[in-house]
């Protein structure tokens, strides 16, 4: 018994001593900063497919369930009001409108601090059929981590304006 208690006590010693193969706690910072700043992207990257695909269901699974949604004068509540406003007034979403939506890369600014972050992008409807950019809308938005997943919970939407 007492041999068995000294090899695993020298087996167990000699990987501290090797340094073992964990990251440094600045290594795994890193990584899941890096982990978050991609879940967070992927809220635009589902925007898109959802807005180009009429996908009411992804779309809304970006949200949170008291989220807000800023459209000019109007602020909407909840997700069942946002559902509602895609599903009759976003123009993306009305049945005519086959448009592809997409976000030029250098449009697109994420950040991340703990369990919140923000991200803005901007989406340039495009009509293929015409090779027309149908409407461009910006979208800047306050996200969450909420049970483990990164929702929209605050989301500003207008025009964008040039910069210099």
């Not at 599903?87 to 086959?98: D, V, W």
Request: one cysteine or more.
């Amino acid at each position: 018994m007492v041999r068995i208690v000294f090899v695993g006590l020298a087996l167990a010693a000699s990987l501290a001593a090797c340094g073992g193969s964990a990251p440094s706690s600045t290594a795994q910072a890193a990584l899941e900063h890096q982990a978050d700043m991609y879940a967070i992207d992927q809220i635009e990257v589902k925007w898109h497919k959802a807005a180009s695909t009429h996908d009411i269901d992804l779309m809304m699974s970006l949200w949170a369930d008291n989220a807000t949604f800023n459209i000019g004068a109007q602020t909407l509540s909840g997700k069942d009001q946002i559902r509602n406003f895609f599903l009759t007034k976003a123009a993306p979403f009305q049945p005519g409108n086959h448009w592809v939506s997409e976000t030029p890369a250098y449009k697109i600014q994420t950040t991340v601090n703990g369990n919140k972050g923000t991200l803005y992008f901007e989406c340039h409807y495009v009509d293929p059929a015409t090779r027309k950019v149908k409407a461009v809308v910006a979208a800047n938005q306050e996200v969450a981590r909420i049970s483990g997943t990164w929702l929209i919970t605050s989301s500003i939407s207008a025009s964008p304006e040039l910069g210099a």
